[in-house]
Protein backbone atom coordinates (compact mmCIF):
# COMPACT_ATOMS: atom_id res chain seq x y z
CA UNK A 1 0.00 0.00 0.00
CA UNK A 2 1.42 3.40 -0.91
CA UNK A 3 1.56 6.49 1.55
CA UNK A 4 1.51 10.09 1.20
CA UNK A 5 4.41 11.43 2.53
CA UNK A 6 5.19 15.09 3.39
CA UNK A 7 8.64 15.57 2.02
CA UNK A 8 10.47 19.05 3.65
CA UNK A 9 14.25 19.62 2.38
CA UNK A 10 16.35 21.95 5.02
CA UNK A 11 19.55 22.78 4.72
CA UNK A 12 22.27 24.54 7.36
CA UNK A 13 23.45 26.49 5.01
CA UNK A 14 21.86 29.89 4.12
CA UNK A 15 23.67 33.06 2.87
CA UNK A 16 21.44 35.75 3.39
CA UNK A 17 19.93 34.32 6.89
CA UNK A 18 22.26 32.31 8.45
CA UNK A 19 21.34 28.99 9.91
CA UNK A 20 17.69 29.85 8.30
CA UNK A 21 15.76 26.98 8.96
CA UNK A 22 16.67 27.25 12.67
CA UNK A 23 15.40 30.89 12.61
CA UNK A 24 12.28 31.27 14.87
CA UNK A 25 8.96 33.05 14.10
CA UNK A 26 6.63 33.26 16.39
CA UNK A 27 8.78 31.41 19.00
CA UNK A 28 8.94 28.07 17.00
CA UNK A 29 12.06 27.67 14.76
CA UNK A 30 10.90 27.38 10.68
CA UNK A 31 11.75 23.79 10.25
CA UNK A 32 9.37 22.61 13.44
CA UNK A 33 6.59 25.14 11.92
CA UNK A 34 6.69 22.81 8.67
CA UNK A 35 6.77 19.10 10.39
CA UNK A 36 3.69 20.84 12.17
CA UNK A 37 1.88 21.79 10.09
CA UNK A 38 2.50 18.52 7.49
CA UNK A 39 1.65 16.34 10.36
CA UNK A 40 -1.12 17.97 11.11
CA UNK A 41 -2.69 17.11 7.63
CA UNK A 42 -4.85 14.20 8.29
CA UNK A 43 -3.76 13.17 4.87
CA UNK A 44 -0.35 13.08 5.47
CA UNK A 45 1.22 9.24 6.39
CA UNK A 46 4.51 10.31 7.24
CA UNK A 47 6.52 13.57 7.88
CA UNK A 48 10.00 13.61 6.33
CA UNK A 49 12.88 16.26 7.08
CA UNK A 50 16.18 15.82 4.79
CA UNK A 51 18.88 17.74 5.82
CA UNK A 52 22.80 17.91 6.14
CA UNK A 53 22.39 19.60 9.75
CA UNK A 54 22.60 17.94 12.93
CA UNK A 55 20.55 20.32 15.06
CA UNK A 56 18.30 20.72 11.96
CA UNK A 57 17.80 17.18 12.72
CA UNK A 58 17.50 16.78 16.16
CA UNK A 59 14.67 19.48 16.13
CA UNK A 60 12.51 17.74 13.12
CA UNK A 61 12.69 14.52 15.50
CA UNK A 62 11.67 16.23 18.45
CA UNK A 63 8.85 17.97 16.62
CA UNK A 64 7.71 13.83 15.10
CA UNK A 65 9.39 13.86 11.83
CA UNK A 66 11.27 11.09 10.53
CA UNK A 67 14.98 12.53 9.13
CA UNK A 68 16.86 11.20 6.35
CA UNK A 69 20.76 12.78 5.96
CA UNK A 70 21.60 14.69 3.02
CA UNK A 71 24.44 14.25 1.24
CA UNK A 72 27.07 16.70 0.82
CA UNK A 73 26.81 16.72 -3.05
CA UNK A 74 23.16 18.03 -2.83
CA UNK A 75 23.12 20.29 -0.37
CA UNK A 76 25.16 23.11 -1.68
CA UNK A 77 24.00 26.67 -2.56
CA UNK A 78 23.56 25.67 -6.22
CA UNK A 79 21.49 22.00 -5.74
CA UNK A 80 17.72 21.92 -6.24
CA UNK A 81 15.28 21.17 -3.85
CA UNK A 82 13.85 18.30 -6.64
CA UNK A 83 17.48 16.32 -5.88
CA UNK A 84 16.63 16.37 -2.36
CA UNK A 85 13.27 14.85 -3.22
CA UNK A 86 14.35 12.36 -4.85
CA UNK A 87 17.09 11.32 -2.97
CA UNK A 88 14.66 10.78 -0.03
CA UNK A 89 12.00 8.92 -2.04
CA UNK A 90 15.03 6.52 -2.80
CA UNK A 91 15.79 6.04 0.82
CA UNK A 92 12.07 5.35 1.60
CA UNK A 93 11.53 3.35 -0.90
CA UNK A 94 14.78 1.37 0.07
CA UNK A 95 13.44 0.78 3.24
CA UNK A 96 9.98 -1.08 1.93
CA UNK A 97 7.84 2.45 1.97
CA UNK A 98 5.84 2.87 -1.27
CA UNK A 99 5.47 6.89 -2.24
CA UNK A 100 2.28 7.21 -3.71
CA UNK A 101 1.71 11.23 -3.39
CA UNK A 102 4.51 13.51 -2.12
CA UNK A 103 3.60 16.74 -0.62
CA UNK A 104 6.75 19.19 -1.20
CA UNK A 105 6.73 21.47 2.08
CA UNK A 106 9.22 24.46 2.17
CA UNK A 107 10.24 25.61 5.73
CA UNK A 108 10.74 29.36 4.72
CA UNK A 109 7.50 29.79 4.38
CA UNK A 110 6.17 30.13 8.77
CA UNK A 111 2.56 30.10 7.61
CA UNK A 112 1.71 27.06 5.71
CA UNK A 113 -2.39 26.51 5.99
CA UNK A 114 -2.80 22.49 6.71
CA UNK A 115 -5.98 22.74 5.06
CA UNK A 116 -4.37 23.43 1.89
CA UNK A 117 -2.18 20.31 2.19
CA UNK A 118 -4.76 18.09 2.78
CA UNK A 119 -7.00 19.88 -0.58
CA UNK A 120 -3.27 19.53 -2.83
CA UNK A 121 -3.50 15.60 -1.65
CA UNK A 122 -6.97 15.09 -2.74
CA UNK A 123 -6.19 16.81 -5.98
CA UNK A 124 -3.55 14.37 -6.72
CA UNK A 125 -5.27 11.34 -5.06
CA UNK A 126 -8.53 11.95 -6.81
CA UNK A 127 -6.42 12.09 -9.79
CA UNK A 128 -7.48 15.60 -11.07
CA UNK A 129 -4.11 16.33 -11.27
CA UNK A 130 -0.66 15.41 -11.46
CA UNK A 131 0.83 18.11 -9.75
CA UNK A 132 -0.50 20.99 -7.90
CA UNK A 133 0.38 24.46 -5.69
CA UNK A 134 -0.08 26.64 -3.40
CA UNK A 135 -0.50 29.98 -4.64
CA UNK A 136 -3.05 33.20 -3.72
CA UNK A 137 -5.40 35.03 -5.61
CA UNK A 138 -4.41 38.32 -7.03
CA UNK A 139 -5.85 41.32 -9.43
CA UNK A 140 -2.76 43.08 -9.44
CA UNK A 141 -1.04 45.02 -12.79
CA UNK A 142 2.28 43.38 -13.82
CA UNK A 143 4.50 45.42 -15.21
CA UNK A 144 8.30 44.85 -16.55
CA UNK A 145 11.39 46.59 -17.73
CA UNK A 146 12.22 46.10 -21.56
CA UNK A 147 15.75 46.55 -22.64
CA UNK A 148 16.03 50.23 -22.26
CA UNK A 149 14.38 50.30 -18.96
CA UNK A 150 10.93 51.64 -20.07
CA UNK A 151 7.94 49.60 -18.27
CA UNK A 152 6.15 47.69 -20.03
CA UNK A 153 2.63 45.79 -19.00
CA UNK A 154 2.68 42.23 -18.83
CA UNK A 155 -1.30 40.98 -17.84
CA UNK A 156 -3.16 44.20 -18.85
CA UNK A 157 -3.68 46.74 -21.48
CA UNK A 158 -1.70 49.96 -19.88
CA UNK A 159 -4.52 52.31 -21.90
CA UNK A 160 -7.25 50.93 -20.18
CA UNK A 161 -7.99 50.72 -16.05
CA UNK A 162 -10.76 48.70 -15.50
CA UNK A 163 -12.49 48.25 -12.00
CA UNK A 164 -11.20 45.31 -10.00
CA UNK A 165 -14.28 43.30 -10.31
CA UNK A 166 -13.94 43.42 -14.28
CA UNK A 167 -10.54 42.33 -14.22
CA UNK A 168 -9.13 38.86 -14.56
CA UNK A 169 -7.47 37.25 -11.46
CA UNK A 170 -4.39 35.86 -11.50
CA UNK A 171 -2.33 33.18 -9.53
CA UNK A 172 0.74 34.30 -7.26
CA UNK A 173 2.54 31.04 -6.44
CA UNK A 174 3.45 31.35 -2.38
CA UNK A 175 6.40 28.69 -2.92
CA UNK A 176 5.13 27.21 0.77
CA UNK A 177 3.95 23.30 -0.80
CA UNK A 178 3.54 21.52 -3.37
CA UNK A 179 1.61 18.04 -4.12
CA UNK A 180 2.70 15.47 -6.75
CA UNK A 181 2.20 11.89 -7.98
CA UNK A 182 5.57 10.67 -7.12
CA UNK A 183 6.24 8.04 -9.49
CA UNK A 184 5.52 10.92 -12.45
CA UNK A 185 7.97 13.00 -10.43
CA UNK A 186 10.25 10.48 -11.15
CA UNK A 187 10.09 10.71 -14.68
CA UNK A 188 9.18 14.52 -15.07
CA UNK A 189 12.29 15.35 -12.51
CA UNK A 190 10.80 18.86 -11.66
CA UNK A 191 7.81 19.86 -9.39
CA UNK A 192 5.31 21.00 -12.60
CA UNK A 193 4.16 18.68 -14.73
CA UNK A 194 1.21 17.02 -16.40
CA UNK A 195 -2.38 18.55 -15.55
CA UNK A 196 -1.17 21.26 -13.03
CA UNK A 197 -3.60 22.49 -10.37
CA UNK A 198 -3.48 25.25 -8.30
CA UNK A 199 -4.61 25.34 -4.56
CA UNK A 200 -5.94 29.08 -3.66
CA UNK A 201 -4.86 30.03 0.17
CA UNK A 202 -5.16 33.00 1.92
CA UNK A 203 -3.19 36.01 0.83
CA UNK A 204 -1.40 36.80 4.08
CA UNK A 205 -0.19 32.95 4.53
CA UNK A 206 2.27 34.06 1.86
CA UNK A 207 5.27 35.00 3.72
CA UNK A 208 8.10 33.11 2.35
CA UNK A 209 11.71 33.81 4.29
CA UNK A 210 14.55 34.87 1.90
CA UNK A 211 16.43 37.64 3.46
CA UNK A 212 16.79 39.26 7.22
CA UNK A 213 13.55 41.53 6.53
CA UNK A 214 11.25 38.44 5.33
CA UNK A 215 12.36 37.12 8.61
CA UNK A 216 11.87 40.34 10.28
CA UNK A 217 8.12 40.86 9.14
CA UNK A 218 7.26 37.30 9.79
CA UNK A 219 7.87 37.46 13.34
CA UNK A 220 5.99 41.05 13.95
CA UNK A 221 2.76 39.40 12.19
CA UNK A 222 3.28 35.72 13.57
CA UNK A 223 1.02 36.37 16.66
CA UNK A 224 -1.63 38.22 14.03
CA UNK A 225 -1.58 35.80 11.32
CA UNK A 226 -0.97 32.24 13.72
CA UNK A 227 -3.38 33.24 16.66
CA UNK A 228 -5.39 30.11 18.31
CA UNK A 229 -7.12 29.44 21.08
CA UNK A 230 -6.24 26.18 20.97
CA UNK A 231 -4.87 24.24 24.60
CA UNK A 232 -1.58 24.61 25.56
CA UNK A 233 -0.53 21.07 25.76
CA UNK A 234 2.23 21.36 28.54
CA UNK A 235 3.12 19.28 31.72
CA UNK A 236 4.56 22.67 33.79
CA UNK A 237 3.84 26.20 33.70
CA UNK A 238 6.71 28.90 35.23
CA UNK A 239 6.49 32.13 35.06
CA UNK A 240 8.01 35.46 35.41
CA UNK A 241 6.63 37.71 38.54
CA UNK A 242 7.05 41.65 38.38
CA UNK A 243 5.03 42.06 34.76
CA UNK A 244 2.88 38.96 34.67
CA UNK A 245 1.36 38.71 38.29
CA UNK A 246 1.54 42.92 38.31
CA UNK A 247 1.05 45.61 36.34
CA UNK A 248 4.88 46.07 36.52
CA UNK A 249 4.60 48.77 38.21
CA UNK A 250 5.07 49.55 42.05
CA UNK A 251 3.97 51.71 45.11
CA UNK A 252 6.80 52.72 47.44
CA UNK A 253 6.14 54.19 50.77
CA UNK A 254 8.26 56.04 52.86
CA UNK A 255 10.42 53.39 54.51
CA UNK A 256 10.96 52.37 50.83
CA UNK A 257 8.78 48.92 51.12
CA UNK A 258 7.10 48.00 47.93
CA UNK A 259 3.71 47.63 47.09
CA UNK A 260 2.52 45.72 43.97
CA UNK A 261 -1.28 45.36 42.75
CA UNK A 262 -2.41 41.69 41.80
CA UNK A 263 -4.91 40.27 40.40
CA UNK A 264 -7.01 37.79 42.36
CA UNK A 265 -8.55 36.49 38.41
CA UNK A 266 -4.82 34.92 38.46
CA UNK A 267 -4.88 33.54 41.93
CA UNK A 268 -7.46 31.68 41.23
CA UNK A 269 -6.25 30.04 38.22
CA UNK A 270 -3.55 29.37 39.98
CA UNK A 271 -5.12 27.23 42.61
CA UNK A 272 -7.04 25.55 39.37
CA UNK A 273 -3.60 24.43 38.03
CA UNK A 274 -2.27 23.54 41.83
CA UNK A 275 -5.52 21.35 41.86
CA UNK A 276 -5.03 19.76 38.36
CA UNK A 277 -1.41 18.40 39.99
CA UNK A 278 0.28 20.54 37.10
CA UNK A 279 3.34 21.95 38.51
CA UNK A 280 4.20 25.61 38.65
CA UNK A 281 7.05 27.43 39.65
CA UNK A 282 7.54 31.86 39.80
CA UNK A 283 10.62 32.77 38.58
CA UNK A 284 11.86 35.92 39.38
CA UNK A 285 15.49 38.29 39.02
CA UNK A 286 14.23 40.66 41.55
CA UNK A 287 14.85 39.80 44.96
CA UNK A 288 11.93 41.34 46.75
CA UNK A 289 10.07 40.43 50.09
CA UNK A 290 6.38 41.34 47.89
CA UNK A 291 7.63 38.21 45.44
CA UNK A 292 8.04 35.86 48.32
CA UNK A 293 5.16 37.31 49.92
CA UNK A 294 2.41 36.57 46.88
CA UNK A 295 4.62 33.32 45.89
CA UNK A 296 2.99 31.84 49.88
CA UNK A 297 0.07 33.25 48.94
CA UNK A 298 -0.32 31.17 45.98
CA UNK A 299 1.03 28.15 47.47
CA UNK A 300 3.48 27.92 44.14
CA UNK A 301 7.55 27.51 44.99
CA UNK A 302 9.41 30.79 43.73
CA UNK A 303 13.33 31.08 42.65
CA UNK A 304 14.29 34.66 42.76
CA UNK A 305 17.36 36.39 42.32
CA UNK A 306 18.42 34.78 39.58
CA UNK A 307 20.27 36.05 37.08
CA UNK A 308 20.40 33.58 34.79
CA UNK A 309 17.04 32.41 34.32
CA UNK A 310 17.58 29.54 31.77
CA UNK A 311 20.08 27.77 33.87
CA UNK A 312 17.71 27.77 36.98
CA UNK A 313 14.89 26.79 34.76
CA UNK A 314 16.60 23.64 33.28
CA UNK A 315 17.77 22.77 36.69
CA UNK A 316 14.33 23.09 37.92
CA UNK A 317 12.71 21.00 34.96
CA UNK A 318 14.91 18.38 35.54
CA UNK A 319 14.52 17.80 39.34
CA UNK A 320 10.57 17.51 38.07
CA UNK A 321 11.72 15.07 35.97
CA UNK A 322 9.86 16.95 33.16
CA UNK A 323 11.21 17.90 29.49
CA UNK A 324 11.81 21.76 28.79
CA UNK A 325 9.81 21.30 25.34
CA UNK A 326 6.82 20.22 27.91
CA UNK A 327 6.95 23.61 29.46
CA UNK A 328 5.39 26.81 29.30
CA UNK A 329 7.03 30.00 30.06
CA UNK A 330 5.05 32.84 30.59
CA UNK A 331 7.13 36.76 29.93
CA UNK A 332 7.26 40.10 29.71
CA UNK A 333 10.65 41.50 29.39
CA UNK A 334 14.00 40.83 27.88
CA UNK A 335 15.82 39.57 30.71
CA UNK A 336 12.91 36.21 29.68
CA UNK A 337 13.99 36.17 26.61
CA UNK A 338 16.57 33.34 27.08
CA UNK A 339 14.49 30.70 28.97
CA UNK A 340 11.66 31.66 26.55
CA UNK A 341 13.76 30.35 24.36
CA UNK A 342 14.67 26.84 25.71
CA UNK A 343 10.91 25.98 26.37
CA UNK A 344 8.51 23.98 24.38
CA UNK A 345 5.51 26.89 24.64
CA UNK A 346 7.15 30.46 25.24
CA UNK A 347 4.10 32.80 25.75
CA UNK A 348 3.96 36.50 26.34
CA UNK A 349 1.82 38.64 28.29
CA UNK A 350 -0.70 40.93 25.83
CA UNK A 351 1.82 43.99 26.56
CA UNK A 352 5.13 42.52 26.67
CA UNK A 353 8.38 44.48 25.13
CA UNK A 354 7.99 43.50 21.39
CA UNK A 355 11.05 41.70 21.48
CA UNK A 356 9.48 39.38 23.64
CA UNK A 357 6.24 39.28 21.43
CA UNK A 358 8.57 37.86 18.58
CA UNK A 359 10.02 35.28 20.44
CA UNK A 360 6.69 34.14 22.00
CA UNK A 361 4.44 31.10 20.18
CA UNK A 362 1.61 32.56 21.92
CA UNK A 363 0.83 36.24 22.75
CA UNK A 364 -1.98 36.29 25.02
CA UNK A 365 -4.99 38.61 24.99
CA UNK A 366 -4.69 40.08 28.44
CA UNK A 367 -1.70 42.12 29.96
CA UNK A 368 0.34 41.47 33.05
CA UNK A 369 -1.67 42.11 36.02
CA UNK A 370 -4.81 42.00 34.42
CA UNK A 371 -5.60 38.10 34.68
CA UNK A 372 -2.92 37.01 31.61
CA UNK A 373 -1.83 34.26 34.12
CA UNK A 374 -5.47 32.91 34.20
CA UNK A 375 -5.60 32.97 30.62
CA UNK A 376 -3.26 30.86 30.48
CA UNK A 377 -3.62 28.47 32.93
CA UNK A 378 -7.18 28.18 31.18
CA UNK A 379 -5.59 27.26 27.87
CA UNK A 380 -3.51 24.62 29.71
CA UNK A 381 -5.93 22.93 31.78
CA UNK A 382 -8.06 19.86 29.79
CA UNK A 383 -11.33 21.21 28.73
Not at 117 to 139: K, N, Q, V
Amino acid sequence: MTQTVAIIPARGGSKQVPRKNLRRVGGVPLVERAVRAATAASGVDLVVVSTDDAEIAAVATAAGARVIARPAEISGDSASSESAVLHALDELERTGIQVGTVVFVQATSPFIPTSGIDEAIELIGSGRFDSAFSAHETYGFLWRRDQDGAAEAINHDASHRPLRQEREPHYFETGAFYAFDAAAFRVAGHRFFGRIGIVEVPEQTAVEIDDAQQLAMASAVADLIGRSDDRIDVRAVVTDFDGVHTDDTAFVDSEGREHVRVSREDGMGVSLLRRAGIPMLILSTEVNAVVRARADKLKVPVLHGTDDKAAALTSWAAEQNIALGDVAYLGNDVNDLEAMRIVGWPVAVGNAHPVVREQARIVLNRNGGEGAVRELVERVLPR
